[in-house]
């Protein structure tokens, strides 16, 4: 990259970045620019605004088709300088980030009532709540198959509504990691009627919370400053590889832009842009196009929560509304955001082609991806909306032992990628692209119907 441009003329410099000349390196090459230039990318922000803007010109000079970038308001959510501190037994400031889409009001100090458990705070009477600050101290198993997050994630998302039904003060919860560093975890939560203070604190300090509230009475301030700071716009971006019979039902592939605030928004979801942009570019730059088109959707707004009618998801429910009809023409979509982890596993829903699993099988023979069919598949969250829409799912899951590491922390930067996991996902998503969008049509007895997306 140096050499190059130091080869370049004398006042010819050029924005983009030479295209890798290795195929494999495509993926690298854009997760390494998209997090260098354009750091976190908040929902709104001007960061997000800026690498949609660059990840179209790059999907356009990439050579494909009907790039656009599909803008739409949002509240933007800040932190702002939300903070925890304990005041009593002792002073000290614990590391904490207050829990998306949350308005934290005015201070609040009182005292603590901890719970080892979620399922111990819900069976709390409301009278040992009522006036206290709840902290809820389980912490998160580090599972292969990200099981136990799925699990907890309930915590996040519903605690604070929870512990504001049963009269609390305020909650604090560990933030739902594996890692063992004094690092809180962002996430959205289910967005409340009224201003309650909510947060995430690092696991070192939540065992000392609880070591603490194990000795006697402890109190806690719950700083503001959460809250929307505003109207914004973010966006969808969208392509299209064209199939060589445009009739022939789609295949969709996606991945979401923006990140929280901390870190730089590697492996959630730079990664799974990276990996499902080489992957339809390698399709790309076959000699022959695929039989059905690929579509191609980067999603904005996944992380956030927003008050009113789009509760979550804003950017898949976005995508529904204006490209209704054509979901129909989409017999199968996928979403890469589980992390930067190798692929494990593939699940594929009935497509009546009983020949597919097997050429999934013989394709992925070398990648050790465990093919099955799963019509039960869900997720990723912005997959579950077209879901929910009528559209068959199929998943690729990531090996994610190390996913809650970093997850939605300040780790999640470049340097904890594992660029081969990387590469294997892009080999990966080629192959199984390839392989949906060349399967044979077959004679579909009725069209499909499309439901309204679900909450
Ligand atoms: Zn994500």
């Known amino acids: 990259m140096l050499a190059l441009l130091l080869a370049s003329p004398a006042g010819a410099r050029d924005e983009r970045p030479p295209a890798p000349a290795v195929a494999s390196e495509v993926a690298p090459a854009l ?20 690498a949609a803007a660059w990840l179209a010109g790059r999907l356009r000079a990439f050579g494909l088709s009907h790039v656009a970038i599909e803008s739409f308001p949002i509240l933007r959510w800040s932190p702002g300088d939300a903070a925890v501190d304990v005041i009593a037994p002792e002073r000290r400031r614990l590391v904490a980030t207050p829990l998306g889409g949350l308005v934290s009001g005015p201070t609040v100090t009182a005292r603590v009532v901890a719970y080892d458990t979620y399922a111990a705070f819900l ?3 409301a009278d040992s709540v009522r006036g206290r600050i709840v902290a809820v101290l389980e912490a998160l198993p580090g599972t292969a198959d990200g099981a136990g997050y799925l699990r907890l994630v309930v915590m ?7 512990a504001a039904r049963k009269g609390a003060a305020g909650f604090v919860l560990r933030s739902l990691a594996t890692h063992h560093e004094r690092l809180a975890s962002s996430g959205a939560t289910k967005p409340l009627a009224r201003p309650f203070p909510a947060f995430a604190i690092s696991p070192p300090d939540a065992e000392e919370l609880g070591r603490l509230a194990t000795k006697g009475p402890v109190t806690l301030r719950l700083r503001p400053g959460a809250g929307w700071s505003g109207r914004a716009v973010t966006q969808n971006v969208v392509a299209t590889l064209p199939g060589r019979d445009p009739t022939a039902p789609a295949v969709l592939v996606s991945a979401h832009l923006d990140s929280w ?42 992380e956030v929560t927003q008050p009113g009618s789009y509760p979550n998801f804003a950017g898949a429910r976005r995508y529904i509304e204006l490209h ?10 996928a979403e890469s955001d589980w992390g930067g982890g190798r ?10 082609d009983p020949g597919l699993d097997r050429r999934l099988a013989a394709g992925l023979a070398s990648e050790n991806v465990l093919v099955r069919t799963d019509r039960s598949a869900s997720g990723p969250p912005d997959a579950d909306v077209l879901k929910a829409a009528g559209v ?8 994610a032992t190390l996913l809650f590491d970093t997850h939605h922390n300040a780790r999640d930067t470049l340097d904890q990628v594992d660029m081969s996991a990387l590469r294997q996902n892009v080999r990966v998503w080629t192959t199984v692209l390839r392989l949906l969008a060349d399967r044979p049509l077959t004679p579909s007895p009725s069209p499909r119907p499309l439901r309204r997306a679900g909450p």
């Open 156 to 162: 996040r998302s519903e605690g604070p509504a929870a």
């Open 324 to 333: 209704r009809r054509e979901l129909a023409g989409i017999d199968l979509a």
């Open 261 to 302: 605030e901390q870190g730089t928004g590697a492996s959630d979801d730079g990664f799974g842009i990276a990996a499902v942009v080489a992957a339809v570019k390698a399709l790309h730059d076959r000699p022959h196009r695929p039989l059905r088109s690929i579509r191609l959707v980067l999603f904005g707004a996944e």
């Open 123 to 125: 069976a709390a009477p």
């Open 31 to 50: 997760l390494a620019e998209l997090t260098t230039r354009f750091g976190a990318r908040p929902a709104g922000s001007p960061a997000d605004r800026a």
């Open 343 to 352: 692929i494990v596993g593939l699940r594929l829903p009935d497509l009546g």
């Open 392 to 399: 068959p799912l199929l998943r690729l899951d990531q090996d």
